[in-house]
């Protein structure tokens, strides 16, 4: 009998244990909810948006956390014989050539932007677009003409030497020394300030510069003091990206002879010194990301308002006596910067084809451009149209961090992100190592950027309401994206892709470490064909290069 009651006692006891476990189990749940609710401000998207879009982010910053990981395991003698005889000087000619060449380029933009946009220059409607051209010629085939032209046995030397001048003095241009590099990157880079501080001169408020001159100030007094703050901004725009630029660049640099980050990068790699080129990659990510926090800063410290509701367009400035001075600097920049090297390449493609250099062997190498370029653009367009979609419509920590570390690789020299390829597909995935499809990743880490602002830029024209009358009739998040969504910002998307295919064409450092054996592109072959000084083979190639880049240059224009 007591038996009895004690087990009813015991069953009764772990029923009300059950019920209460079921409870707090239910409470947990809620607490969750809210929780997950309150992440996603009452909107959170579908399980299929938020995986796509976590492992993309994932996809984009395992190969750097896998070279900074790397790195921290070098070895003590790594760090101890790069750091007491290596970094330091890598670190003066990388940071010397950044700053020299951005603030070059930023002085020859912006007065370029100023006289081309707000004085009366002769056919200024064409120098906006002329003076854009830069953009379309990679610094790395810049680097080619100008050592044909410039170089020990270049066109500029046998005029020296056929001329009085020879015996005056020695040919005075050293185009292999920082100078030169100097030269180069400066002259292919300045369109970045260019064509922003261009579009901010269009924006800029007559009103403002109407108080200045009753005032009294005079022109160049109402440029330096109401003009040139209001254009900080975007210089530090145009800034950020020429300093990344010169930092990730590895074409031009390696041709003219001049060693920085990611040529000693590049060269440890190719020396199979793995744990040194880990160091002085992750030294290399620590700059980069103090040269973002330092624009980040300043640009949160310094804000530039146009308040007036007032909008005037500005006056077109008379050059008066100065427009002789004026045609003549923008035609010797146009001059060094777009004509001459157009007509180096024309010169020996016209060679070239004469040589029988335009054949099979070179369309194959067209051909593997197109294929790996073109597979990068489809894979970014598929994963940026996700990320986007998360971002503006369902906003939270999570698709801002999400979106946030989709950008890692394009901050990032393509010679990083291809080392941490190599890590990870040697040690990983092997059936992918030494195929083209890794070459296609690292052009989708490096460039998807670019395939999410053209979609966003798109995405942000479509009216949410759109997207919550597909809700209302029982669609998921992901299929009101490709269903409603997708249809109607397609030309952003496209325009997005088409700047990581021609992007993806140019990319030379991550090509020249991650192609397989016997896959050559034509960013490959123009680098070996010129750096044996065998110009006719090159210049076709380089010139293809440069016809295909004018898609990236019209989008911008348009944007600009």
Do not use: C
């Not at 973002?292 to 008379?318: F, G, H, M, V």
């Not at 250099?357 to 994963?383: C, E, H, K, P, Q």
């Amino acid at each position: 009998m007591t038996n009895r009651r004690d087990g009813h006692h015991q069953e009764k006891t772990n029923t009300e244990d059950g019920k209460v476990e079921d409870r707090r189990s239910s409470t947990l749940l809620r607490v969750m909810n809210r929780w997950w609710m309150d992440i996603w401000k009452g909107n959170p998207p579908g399980p299929v948006l938020l995986i796509i879009g976590v492992i993309t982010a994932i996809l984009m910053s395992v190969p750097i956390l896998y070279v900074i990981w790397r790195a921290m395991f070098a070895g003590l003698d790594s760090w101890q014989r790069l750091l007491g005889d290596r970094i330091p000087g890598l670190i003066w000619d990388t940071l010397s050539l950044m700053v020299a060449v951005t603030v070059a380029a930023i002085i020859i933009g912006v007065s370029l932007a100023w006289i081309v946009v707000r004085t009366d220059l002769p056919g200024r409607k064409w120098w906006q677009w002329l003076m854009a051209l830069p953009l379309v010629i990679p610094p790395y085939v810049g680097a080619v003409t100008y050592i044909i032209v410039f170089g020990p046995s270049g066109w500029a030397r046998d005029l020296w030497e056929s001329s009085f001048l020879m015996a005056l003095s020695d040919y005075p241009i050293n185009i292999y020394s920082f100078w030169g590099v100097f030269m180069t990157l400066t002259l292919f880079t300045y369109p970045y300030v260019f064509l922003i501080a261009g579009a901010s001169l269009r924006k800029m408020n007559k009103s403002f510069e109407e108080v200045a001159r009753s005032q009294g100030m005079s022109t160049s007094q109402i440029f330096f003091k109401v003009n040139l703050p209001l254009l900080r901004p975007a210089i530090g725009a145009g800034a950020i990206l020429i300093s990344l630029y010169v930092l990730s660049d590895f074409g031009a640099i390696a041709m003219l002879r001049y060693v920085t980050f990611t040529a000693a990068i590049y060269y440890q790699r190719a020396g199979f010194d793995i744990p040194a080129a880990s160091v002085l990659s992750l030294v290399l990510i620590v700059i980069t990301v103090i040269i973002l926090w330092i624009e980040s800063y300043t640009r949160r410290k310094n804000k530039y308002y146009q308040t007036t509701n007032s909008y005037k367009a500005p006056d077109i400035l008379p050059l008066g006596r100065w427009k002789p001075v004026a045609v003549f600097y923008v035609g010797l920049v146009f001059t060094v910067a777009v004509i001459l090297p157009i007509s180096v390449l024309i010169y020996w493609t016209a060679i070239g084809a004469g040589a029988g250099a335009i054949d099979n062997r070179f369309f194959g190498f067209a051909w593997n451009s197109i294929r790996v370029s073109g597979l990068a653009a489809i894979i970014s367009m598929l994963l940026a149209t996700p990320i986007i979609y998360l971002k503006s419509r369902h906003p939270s920590v999570i698709s801002s961090t999400i979106d946030k570390l989709s950008y890692g690789g394009y901050a990032l020299p393509g010679v990083i992100v291809a080392l941490g390829l190599v890590f990870i597909f040697n040690n990983h995935i092997p059936m992918l190592y030494n195929t083209f499809y890794m070459i296609a990743i690292a052009f989708v880490v490096r460039f998807l950027p670019q395939a999410m602002q053209a979609g966003d830029a798109s995405l942000s024209l479509v009216s949410p309401r759109m997207d919550e009358a597909a809700r209302s009739l029982g669609y998921p998040a992901w299929k009101v994206m490709f269903k409603v969504v997708l249809p109607t910002i397609m030309p952003g998307v496209l325009a997005g892709g088409a700047l990581v295919f021609v992007s993806s064409i140019k990319e030379l450092p991550a090509t020249l470490m991650l192609r397989p054996p016997g896959f050559d592109t034509l960013a490959v072959r123009v680098y070996y064909e010129a750096s044996e000084a065998i110009y006719h083979q090159a210049a076709p190639g380089a010139l293809l290069i440069v016809l295909v880049s004018i898609i990236p240059l019209h989008y911008l224009l348009k944007k600009y």
